[in-house]
């Protein structure tokens, strides 16, 4: 059974770098031809797509975001990572990783998904 | 960016009753949509995908329809587990957006 779990600080300073992986199990990253991604969802809010990588690496980024994200894999860990810079209380969410299928022009549906974690932003 | 346009935001239900919530979007994104339900406290589940096809394990009671810009989840007879916050993703064109989200409620 396919698990994935997102880790890492609860608790990020304005104008720091929020950072999160996200570790899969059940499922190898570099054998499976899924994408793997990013949602986040505000308190009381909708869901926002932030990002996706494929185990080689290649990756699409919301551009709502700018230049702020950064994904990365390691597929001798089996996780993948997320990295937001210059946070600010907007970016305070629920952070999701999540699998996703390869669609024809960019990654698609997402079918599993990890609990979430909560991230504030606050000094 | 495409927005996607959920209505209506809330919809009483009575258990057993059907329920039809829509998905509106402001161009087309041909079939490349998907449902998904959402429980207080948890993550998303997957519904469907490719507007009409169901994901694994999901009720026969649940379907999807429609194409373009106009797409509808149906709940053919509402189970206590059903009330929940439903959102529609589209995937056709970067990036890909959601809807506001749907609130089924108890009647």
């Known amino acids: 059974q396919l698990q994935l779990q997102e880790s890492g600080p609860g608790l990020v300073k304005p104008s720091e770098t929020l950072s999160l992986t996200c570790t899969v199990s059940?499922?190898?990253?570099?054998?499976?031809?899924?994408?793997w991604g990013w949602i986040r969802q505000p308190p009381g809010k909708g869901l926002e797509w932030i990002g996706s990588?494929?185990?080689?690496?290649?990756?699409y980024n919301n551009p709502s975001l700018k230049s702020r994200v950064t994904i990365s894999v390691d597929t001798s860990k089996n996780q993948f990572s997320l990295k937001l810079n210059s946070v600010t209380a907007a970016d305070t969410a629920v952070y999701f990783c999540?699998?996703?299928?390869?669609?024809?022009?960019?990654?698609?549906?997402?079918?599993?998904w990890g609990q979430g974690t909560v991230v504030t932003v606050s000094s | 960016e495409i927005v996607m346009t959920q209505s209506p935001a809330t919809l009483s239900v009575s258990p057993g009753a059907r329920a039809t919530l829509s998905c509106r979007a402001s161009?087309?994104?041909?079939?490349?949509l998907a449902w998904y339900q959402q429980k207080p406290g948890q993550a998303p589940r997957l519904l469907i995908y490719?507007?009409?096809t169901r994901a694994t394990g999901i009720p026969a009671r649940f379907s999807g329809s429609g194409s373009g810009t106009e797409f509808t989840l149906t709940i053919s007879s509402l189970q206590s587990e059903d009330f929940a916050v439903y959102y529609c993703?589209?995937?056709?064109?970067?990036?890909?957006?959601f809807g506001q989200g749907t609130k089924v409620e108890i009647k």
């Open positions: 999540a699998r996703q299928y390869p669609g024809s022009s960019q990654p698609d549906a997402l079918d599993y």
């Open positions: 059940g499922d190898s990253i570099s054998s499976s031809h899924y994408y």
């Open positions: 990588i494929y185990y080689s690496g290649s990756t």
């Open positions: 161009q087309s994104v041909g079939s490349n």
């Open positions: 490719g507007a009409s």
């Open positions: 993703q589209q995937f056709n064109n970067w990036p890909q957006t």
